[in-house]
């Protein structure tokens, strides 16, 4: 079946470096979504991307979509201790209607 | 307030009685879904709808049931709760676009259900 794969599982940085996790998907993907779920919280939207090769950035953070639309990655540029959280990526499966989503990064920045 | 509401948050219950977690959302959504979300498996579809009386099965259905009668509720029916049921399940919607692109998904806070 569909699969999308996250890595790393874990991430644990000093306040200060930076951060990538990666999703991979068996199949192409019409969009990829990434969400953002503190402890204890529920998974808040990022961003979408939808066209091949497309980058985007947010302050300190910038996607990617690869040109194959089967890839993502998400980097955080200087962690702050505010990013801490698990990072999902959920991608669309072309002709479909069902998101699958990544196992998700969890986040742990050091002060 | 835009937002996506459940309830109950939290619920213990025996294996096989039956129970609903509701889901609403005011943002005129036309899609919505169901995931659960296990330690190490991330989250995983359970049902969705595109709208009104149109509901589809996700990746993991099985021992679930939903419906659409309104477009801003979508119930999560468990006839018959099993204790591998046992998980935090989030409502999500969005709302759809030509060409079936959802552009944001709005999450519920997530119940946390446990069976015994």
């Known amino acids: 079946g569909q699969q999308v794969m996250q890595i790393p599982q874990y991430q644990h940085v000093q306040e200060g470096e930076d951060f990538t996790t990666y999703c991979n998907s068996s199949?192409?993907?019409?969009?990829i979504q990434w969400y953002k779920q503190r402890p204890g919280g529920h998974p808040v939207f990022l961003i979408q991307?939808?066209?091949?090769?497309e980058v985007k950035k947010q302050k300190r953070l910038t996607f990617q979509f690869g040109e194959a639309k089967k890839n993502s990655s998400l980097h955080i540029t200087a962690t702050q201790t505010t990013d801490v959280g698990t990072y999902f990526c959920?991608?669309?499966?072309?002709?479909?209607?069902?998101?699958?989503f990544g196992t998700g990064t969890r986040l742990k920045v050091l002060a | 307030e835009a937002q996506v509401t459940q309830n109950p948050r939290y619920l213990i219950t025996v294996t096989g009685k039956k129970l609903t977690v509701t889901c609403s959302q005011n943002m005129n959504h036309e899609y919505m879904s169901w995931y659960r979300q296990d330690p190490g498996l991330g989250l995983r579809q359970i049902y969705y709808?595109?709208?009104?009386?149109?509901?589809d099965k996700g990746d993991v259905p099985e021992g679930y049931k939903v419906s659409r009668k309104e477009k801003r509720n979508f119930p999560l029916i468990l006839e018959s709760p099993s204790p591998n049921q046992t998980s935090l399940y989030f409502c999500?919607?969005?709302?759809?676009?030509?060409?079936?692109?959802?552009?944001?998904?709005?999450f519920g806070p997530g119940t946390r259900l446990t069976v015994t």
């Open positions: 199949t192409t993907l019409s969009n």
């Open positions: 999500a919607s969005s709302p759809t676009r030509a060409g079936g692109q959802s552009p944001v998904g709005y």
């Open positions: 991307l939808v066209k091949s090769g």
């Open positions: 709808s595109m709208n009104v009386e149109v509901t």
């Open positions: 959920a991608g669309l499966a072309s002709g479909t209607y069902k998101y699958i």
